[in-house]
């Protein structure tokens, strides 16, 4: 027999007077039992699930301010005004929340994508006005729309008038 095959442990038995190795104790503590892989399929498969959800048609950001009330001007009058009250730029209901105030989500249609923005303090630290007149109370909420309609870009200003 030569040196080498002296020196060379051996992988199925023990050598004499050998000890437990600390590392391999805490590997055999730290195994993983079929409950602790199943949960982590299960985690990673939820989470996978849950990613692919914004991957289907119709699906968009969720924001907060999409009920969002923005600070606003409660003492305005018709007198002296014209037409709607709600000047510089395109009026429509279209670009409201659910609450009557300009909406801050955004929209996309194959290559159509639209962004709506709320200009929160776009006069006197208020986004919109309450007026009275024209037949009722009504509020005109300042945003902006973002748009790139299939690489025409541009943004203008839109109003949200919405009667109370």
């Known amino acids: 027999m030569s040196l080498l095959d002296q020196t060379i442990p051996d992988a199925d038995n023990a050598p004499p007077l050998a000890t437990a190795s600390v590392i391999g104790a805490r590997l055999r503590r730290a195994a993983a039992t079929r409950r602790t892989v199943l949960r982590s399929v299960l985690g990673a498969g939820m989470a996978v699930g849950v990613s692919a959800i914004a991957l289907l048609p119709g699906a968009r950001r969720a924001n907060a301010g999409w009920y969002s009330t923005y600070p606003t001007h409660t003492t305005c009058s018709a007198s002296g005004f014209s037409g709607s009250n709600c000047v510089g730029g395109p009026i429509s209901s279209s670009y409201c929340n659910g609450r009557g ?3 801050d989500d955004s929209l996309k249609s194959g290559c159509d994508y639209v962004d709506y923005r709320v200009e929160l303090y776009s006069c006197n630290q208020k986004n ?4 009275n007149g024209g037949g009722g109370h009504f509020r005109c909420s300042d945003g902006r729309n973002v748009y790139n309609y299939c690489g025409e870009t ?4 839109s109003i949200c008038k919405t009667f109370l």
């Not at 919109?128 to 007026?131: K, V």
């Not at 541009?154 to 200003?157: A, D, E, T, V």
């Open 101 to 103: 105030f300009h909406r």
């Open 154 to 157: 541009g943004n203008y200003l």
């Open 128 to 131: 919109a006005w309450i007026w």
